[in-house]
């Protein structure tokens, strides 16, 4: 069965940090891009950070560049993302998804991020 458990969300004030984890089972990570996606209350889910399944070249979308970091460990199934000097503008559920080659993808539950003061 195939599963991805998104934690490390919460609470945090502006201009903190977060570190998000993605860790999967029932599939062969190694052979999947990875990538992060939020969706904030009432608006549609947006792309934040892909990282290939060789650990390369990442990309990330321009609101989030040079603030947020995409990893990933192959040995530990995991995929990451560092959030540092969060904006209220931050704040939304944020999912992980494994983009297998020639797959439509599979995704997880969620994780909470919220910035406030």
């Known amino acids: 069965q195939v599963r991805l458990v998104e934690s490390g969300g919460g609470l945090v004030q502006p201009g903190g940090s977060l570190r998000l984890s993605c860790a999967g089972s029932?599939?062969?990570?190694?052979?999947?891009?990875m990538s992060w996606y939020r969706q904030a209350l009432g608006k549609e889910r947006e792309l934040v950070a892909n990282?290939?399944?060789?650990?390369?070249?990442?990309t990330y979308a321009d609101s989030v560049k040079g603030r947020f970091t995409i990893s990933r460990d192959n040995a530990r199934n995991t995929v990451y993302l560092q959030m540092n000097s969060l904006k209220p503008e931050d704040t939304a559920i944020y999912y992980c998804?494994?983009?297998?080659?020639?797959?439509?993808?599979?995704w997880g539950q969620g994780t909470q991020v919220t910035v406030s003061s």
């Open positions: 990282i290939p399944r060789t650990g390369g070249t990442t």
């Open positions: 998804k494994a983009r297998p080659p020639g797959g439509t993808g599979y």
């Open positions: 029932g599939f062969t990570f190694r052979n999947c891009g």
